[in-house]
């Protein structure tokens, strides 16, 4: 069983020794890292990786790659067979990042590898991203469920007034369901793109297309029955957590705004 696990990236950086692993560069640097294979080859849309981020990546892995089992994860944030600290060096965590052997084992039980899911506990998901994001694509995606897949509308009203989602955009799965999932997700977000107008969007909010996906991926799960385990992600690079809750908590107070 051939397993590809790519590894998405901008930068030329340590990654996981199992072989399993494949690099993948995305973004739009005229230098090709060794090793790597790149986003803009084969059947692609590496020029939308300014608005879809690692899912560049993910179109790539769909179109071209043949592997048994497929998956996406990132440079910073790898699945992890146990848990990790803030007080865990960097280095030590590769210890404990997913293995092939393991993966065989839980594939053998479960359909789909993702990520512990991230608790808002205040707050639902709609209001998370409310208070972070333009919402304008996430009305418009509603309305190409509803007009395009209206089996999956209510799943969708009913994960953005959950206080979980399984984001980051990063799964491990057998070939026919990541195909699947993917040939659903683009055409759902190439539809959004031809209504969605970005041009007054910041850097950071035109990578919409790949801020609505994590939201999405919940939807397809549960709409196709699919038997998921979660895992616990490992950071592979020191983490600014001071910084990160300041500027959450800032948002939720409406004293950033969305730009």
């Known amino acids: 069983m051939k397993k590809s696990v790519f590894v998405v990236s901008h930068k030329n950086v340590a990654m996981p020794k199992d072989d399993m692993y494949v690099p993948i560069q995305v973004g739009q640097s005229d230098e090709n890292f060794l090793g790597y294979i790149r986003d803009n ?9 300014p608005n879809y981020c690692e899912l560049t990546a993910q179109y790539w892995a769909w179109k071209n790659s043949k592997a048994d089992v497929k998956g996406l994860v990132h440079y910073r944030r790898l699945f992890g067979t146990r848990s990790s ?9 590769y210890k404990h990042v997913l293995d092939s052997a393991t993966l065989e084992k839980l594939l053998s039980s479960y359909d789909m590898i993702v990520p512990k899911a ?11 991203y409310k208070h972070a994001h333009h919402t304008e694509g996430l009305k418009i995606t509603r309305e190409i469920l509803r007009s395009d897949y209206p089996s999956y509308l209510k799943k ?18 057998r070939k026919e369901l990541f195909d699947d999932y993917s040939e659903w997700l683009f055409d759902v977000l190439g539809k959004v793109e031809k209504r969605l107008d970005i041009s007054n969007y910041s850097v ?14 919940d939807v397809w799960i549960e709409c196709n029955s699919v038997n998921y385990v979660e895992l616990p992600v490992l950071y592979m690079e020191k983490q ?6 300041t500027v959450n908590l800032a948002r939720k107070l409406g004293l950033l705004q969305v730009k």
């Open 41 to 49: 080859t084969g059947e692609n849309i590496a020029s939308k990786n």
């Open 85 to 93: 600290s803030i007080f865990t060096a960097v280095e030590a965590r």
């Open 156 to 173: 969708y009203d009913e994960i953005l007034n959950r206080r979980k989602s399984h984001l980051l955009n990063m799964m491990i799965t």
């Open 240 to 245: 600014n957590y001071f910084k990160r809750y």
């Open 204 to 217: 950071s909010e035109a990578r919409v297309f790949g801020y609505i996906s994590e939201l999405l991926l």
């Open 118 to 128: 991230h608790n808002y506990y205040i707050e639902t998901a709609y209001e998370h």
